[in-house]
Nanobody, 120 residues
Framework: QVQLVESGGGLVQAGGSLRLSCAAS????????MGWFRQAPGKEREFVGR???????YYGDSVTGRFTISRDNAQNTVYLQMNSLSPEDTAVYYC??????????????WGQGTQVTVSS
């Protein structure tokens, strides 16, 4: 059984940075596409970005240029570096994994989420 565990969330001031980690266990996910999503209170879940096994990343419009996804396949871990944070980035951030190269929906595995709060 695959488990994804996010960490690194917390409280940060506007303009600051945070780095989230997602550690996978249960199987090697080096060939999987890894993704990040977020959900703010009262809002639908939002796609943040994804990274393929090759390292090629794609981002949602709201985070492009501020967030960077990377992965360490040897450590079975994916990262989300978040810079220039604003209160609008406050949300629970979720890690996901899928065997497809470009998952559109129904990702295979999900983490439990980590809270990110950005104060103004």
């Amino acid at each position: 059984q695959v488990q994804l565990v996010e960490s690194g969330g917390g409280l940060v001031q506007a303009g600051g940075s945070l780095r989230l980690s997602c550690a996978a266990s249960g199987r090697t996910l080096s060939s999987y596409t890894m993704g990040w999503f977020r959900q703010a209170p009262g809002k639908e879940r939002e796609f943040v970005g994804r990274i393929r096994w090759s390292g090629r990343a794609y981002y949602g419009d709201s985070v492009t240029g501020r967030f960077t996804i990377s992965r360490d396949n040897a450590q079975n871990t994916v990262y989300l570096q978040m810079n220039s944070l604003s209160p609008e980035d406050t949300a629970v951030y979720y890690c996901a994994a899928d065997a497809r190269a470009i998952p559109r929906s129904g990702w295979d595995y999900w983490g439990q989420g980590t809270q990110v709060t950005v104060s103004s």
